[in-house]
Structures are given as structure tokens and as C-alpha cells.
């Protein structure tokens, strides 16, 4: 059943007392740490932002809600929202069992009454939910390699509601938004969703959006989850407020929304709809794709661009909001305004820069014009993606004892430090056992531990914008390959193989080590009793026989420059 807007949503938590009480008899229960994403599901189940669902579903609710779209009432849902445990987690609780839900600190946030267990078929959620069982889209992948295989339901009484240290003023439940648009009397309320900064074209279609509504706004982002690789909320919750002084005064508003997108695409679309029927809008602006996955494993997209508008406008009355479907707005140079695509006069010049373009620009440092975006919005993605040349960067240095890293290593560093800019560590082998990994030996579960914190170490410098220079043995690929992935989310991986020879390290022998080796007085020696896996593909391969280390560090240098990483 629809609330009207003036009135209240039904929230599942209980009173102060009773919360007090169900927290001091929680201790005993089982209990379940919820992932990132059951918090977010969690949030908006107990604050309304799901009405009309009152708990995790149970098996009758999920099967028809896959099938088709229909919770076991047959109200319109869908999408599942499900309780996913471990199998470990769900041999010990049965149906009629309470079981305490807490956030990832330990805090009791719920008790789920289980009424159902079972183990869901994977592959059909995928295929009738998400279109295929393909885990190129981000939510099949979620739902094959991180969700776990059973399935708790069952209703859920609210303790309390998570913990957000951050934008607090901006959140809003759905009765604080439908108390505040009853305060102001905004009766028509047009709401954007969106996992994206906003630039001119979109605060241009909201502002037309809400024109042609006779409505006033409300800019709602999602800062739960959303896809994987998307600018992160901080980010653009700042560009957000810098675009809300561009609307007429008291038109628009905003708040974030704690929702963990599923990228589902038209099904997305209706359940985006009912969540903000929920929150006390009578509007929403479908746009273009809307809530798109990208491409499928085959390269083409997983919907049609305008499926999410149809599958709505099919279930509008049932949803109780209007659709205001939008076309893109394009920039007419010629005109020097935005129009909506199908209205721009023939043969007029139309600018458009896409995100990917974006992106580059914004990476290499190139000009972002005016008309694209708010200088505001352009200036605080500056700062989150400043150019090559200024982020933060790891250059790995791998190779047998005594084939030269360090000395090399040292070389990078002090070129580095006399360009100046950046903070550098350089994180040597040797160094690292004596501060880091003093209790580690030489087995294979020490050496990769000790290879995982320095890249741990690494990863951190990388992210705040520093340069760390790492010269460990590091002789298994896998856990480079690790390290790697570990890095690169922050900023370049630069592997360096120092290649001098086993025969060559031995004939130097600096350090004595290998004769101690032969004489099997130090085991498990890299290179003469313990394997090395050659680098296969690393950005740079140096030969160190015949060759000045100040070459061999110039070469390092010269694929920083080459990579953009260091400004030539
Ligand atoms: S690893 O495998 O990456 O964890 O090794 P690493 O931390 O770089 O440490 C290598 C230095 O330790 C000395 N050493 C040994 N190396 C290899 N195998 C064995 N068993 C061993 N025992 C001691 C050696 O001096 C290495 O120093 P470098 O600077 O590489 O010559």
C-alpha cells in the first residue's frame, strides 16, 4: 500500500526502552558481521527508505521478486534484497532462531527473526535480475565471488541506526525528507539520482526537469555503494554543494542517500523509483542508460539505452511517481547554451566531452573549458585526480642477493630527491627485515609476508601522493602480482627487474652469502636453494653486467619520464 506523501512511512525500529533492552539480550544471540553492502540494505530497510518490506526476504518473497518483479503480496519489487551468509554461519542457525545483526565495529544494529533458509540459485538471480550470468556486470561478480552461498529472511526489528561520521547535516531518512518538504511546502518534488559529478549539462536538465514538472528539486546521490572505479562520494559530495548555488534560491535541494546501487538498469530504474516514492518525491527524472553496468563479456551493453525509461513508465501508477525521461542535453557552441539533443538545429556545431575524455584531461593535466563544467567542480576533481606528473607512484625492484637493486635503488632515490616535489622512501630489502620484518625468516609464508607489508607500505605512500621505492628479492610472481594490484588502485606499479645472473651474483658474492649457501650453511637461498620466477612482462628489464649503475638508474628514470610520472 502507497503512503501518501503528508503522512509518516512505517520505520522498523522500536522504541528507546526496547532498544536498550533487545541490545542487552542481543549478547547471547548469534551473530552475523554485515558486509559494506548489507549495512547500506540494512539502513534503508529500517528506515522506511524499503517500504513496504519489513525485514531480509524470505524465500517466497525472493522467488517471486526474481521471477517477476513481485514480492509474495504482490506488490512491485525489483530487486532482491537478501541476507547472504557463509555456509560456516549458516549450519549453526535455524528458522524460529533470532540472530543479531552488527556493523563492522561489533555494533548490534538489528535482530533478523529467521523464518527462512535456503541456498539460491546464482545463476538464475543473475539471468531474470541482472539480464545474464555474466560477471562482467559488477553485481553478477558480487553475487557469484563475494556474496556468500545461503540465504537468511525474515522480519527485522530495529535497534539502531548505523553510524555515519561523515556529511551528517546532508542525510536524510525518508521521514526527515518528507517532514522538511511538508515544512516548505514542496508539494511536487522532482528527484535526480545520480553516482556522478554534476557538470553543466546535467544541472541544466535537472533545472529544465523540474521546470517542466512545476516542481522543485532535489539532487539525491547515492553514497552507499556504486560501481566500482566511480569518483569516490567525498569527492563529489563537495562538488555537489558547489553546483547547489547555480539553482534559483529555494529551489533545490539536497541529500545523500545510503542506497548500495546494483547497476541493474531498468529494474534499477523502478526500484529507484519506489525508494524515492519513499523519501516524498512525485517525480523522477529517468535519464539515458540509467544505471548502467558498462559492457558485457561479449563487448556490447547488458541494456538498451532507453530500456530503464520503458520498464518505468510500464509500472508508473504502481510506483506512484512520475517519470520526467530525459533526453541528453548537448552544448550548441553556436548558440552558447545547452538544448536537449533532439531539438538542436541542423548543422549546428555540438560540444560534448565524454567521461572517458574527462578522465584523460584530467590526468594528463589538459584544459577543462568553462563550458563543460563549473571551475568549482573542475578544480575539486584537480585535486582528487591531479596529473601524473604530481600523484603518487611505486617503483618495485626485484632480482636475486646481490644483483644490485640496493645500489641502484639508491641511485633512483637521490635523482628523485634532487628533482624535489615529492616525498620518497625508499623501503630496501635489508632495511625493511631490521625494521619491519625483524621475526620473518626465509621460508615461503615469510617471505611473502614480508613482501605483502612492504607492499602494504607501499600502497599507502603511493595513495597519499609519495614516491616509494621497494628493493626486495620478492622471488615469487604471484605475490608481486599482488602487490601490484594492491598499488595500482592508488596510482603506477613500476616493476624493475634487475637481471644480473645467478653466476654473476655468485661470482661477486659482496656479502659472502652464497658461498655460505653452497656450503648449506644458510637454507633456502634464492637463486641457489630456493626458486625465483622470472618477471615475464616487467615495465623495465635491467642488465647490469658491463653496465654503470648510474645507467641503469638513468634508464629507470628515463621510463618515469616516459610514463608521465616525472615531469620531463
Ligand atoms: S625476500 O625473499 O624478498 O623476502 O628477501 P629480502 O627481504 O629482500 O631479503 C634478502 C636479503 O636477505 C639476505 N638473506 C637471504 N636472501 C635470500 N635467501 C636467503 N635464504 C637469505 N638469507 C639471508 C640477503 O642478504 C638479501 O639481501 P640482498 O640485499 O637482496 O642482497
Redesign the pocket.
Known sequence: MQIPNHAPIPELFVSYESAQKLKAEAGDLPSWDLSPRQICDLELLMNGGFHPLKGFMTEADYDGVVEEMRLESGALWPIPITLDVSQAFADGVEPGQDIALRDQEGVILAILSVTDKWSPDKAREAEKVFGADDIAHPSVNYLHNTAGPVYLGGPVTGIQAPVHYDFKARRDTPNELRAYFRKLGWRRVVAFQTRNPLHRAHQELTFRAAREAQANLLIHPVVGLTKPGDVDHFTRVRCYEAVLDKYPAATTTMSLLNLAMRMAGPREAVWHGLIRKNHGCTHMIVGRDHAGPGKNSAGDEFYGPYDAQELFRTHQEEIGIEMVDFKQMVYVQDRAQYEAADEVPEGATVLNISGTELRRRLREGLEIPEWFSFPEVVSELRRRYPPRSQQGFTVFFT?????G??TIANALLTKLMEMGGRPVTLL???I??KNL?SE?G?SKE??DL??RRIGFVASEITKNGGIAIC?????YAATRRAVREEIEQYGAFVEVHVATSIEECERRD??G?YRL?REGK?????GI??PYDRPEDPEVRLDTENVEVDHCAHQVFLKLEQMGLVAA
Open positions: 632480482g636475486f642477493s646481490g644483483s637493486k640496493s630496501d630489502g635489508d625493511v627485515r620484518s620473518l626465509f615469510h617471505r614480508n613482501i628493493a626486495p628479492i620478492a622471488p659482496r656479502k652469502l649457501a644458510i637454507k633456502e637461498f634464492t636453494s630456493d
